[in-house]
């Protein structure tokens, strides 16, 4: 067996270095754990969290985006759960808004939000999403705006129709979801390490 382990250690470098890195949790203007996917490298996932400071509204979602190959991404498709006690009926359930202007700043045809569902992990400002933001509907009337203020990592805004003057922070959380090949390639390396175990436990 000895012998077919160096061919192997091998085959598996090589596809480590085929894949992209997992991506890490990032949180407010802690920028050092996050991967971003290379340029042009496909359609990354994010799974994102909101929670406002106060404990009412708590936010999960996943978006879809495109590589705008400055750093940034746009966000194009996504859905999100809202739970709470701030919560407004009929609010439970979130679908991303397109941006109908790209990575431009679009403004709603109710004239309530200025919106341009822009990713910016990497902003020196130290805030994940733009100040313009994130557009949600439930599907029917309801519409949520999330966006960020920059400086800290509690100082995201949630506003929805409902409560439309409230004004609520909270924080904001964006993870890099891992291409399917990149959990394969953890997983044989996992099991490489058991079979190495394993032999040394049978040479010993």
Not at 4 to 32: C, D, Q
Not at 53 to 72: E, F, H, K, M, Q
Not at 99 to 127: E, F, R
Request: net charge negative; glycine share 14%.
């Amino acid at each position: 067996m000895k012998r077919h382990l160096v061919p192997l250690l091998a085959v598996l470098l090589v596809a480590v270095l085929a894949v992209p890195t997992l991506g890490s949790i990032v949180t407010g203007n802690s920028k050092s754990g996050f991967v971003a996917p290379p340029p042009g490298g496909g359609d990354p996932a994010f799974d994102f969290t909101y929670t406002s400071n106060d404990g009412s509204i708590n936010i999960v979602g996943t978006l879809t985006a495109t590589d705008n190959l400055d750093g940034t991404f746009t966000a194009v498709s996504g859905s999100a759960v809202e739970t709470g006690t701030g919560v407004p009926a009929g609010y439970a359930n979130l679908s991303l808004v397109p941006n109908p202007n790209g990575t431009g700043v679009y403004t709603t045809p109710d004239g309530k939000w200025n919106i341009d569902n822009q990713l910016q992990p990497s902003n020196a400002n130290g805030y994940l999403i733009s100040f313009y933001g994130l557009w949600f509907s439930n599907g029917s009337t309801g519409e949520v705006n999330l966006w960020g203020n920059g400086g800290s990592s509690n100082n995201y805004t949630y506003m929805d129709l409902a409560n439309y003057n409230d004004d609520i922070r909270g924080t904001f959380t964006l993870t890099e979801v891992p291409e399917p090949a990149t959990l394969i390639v953890w997983s044989l390396l996992g099991g490489l390490g058991m079979a190495i175990g394993c032999w040394r436990r049978k040479a010993a």
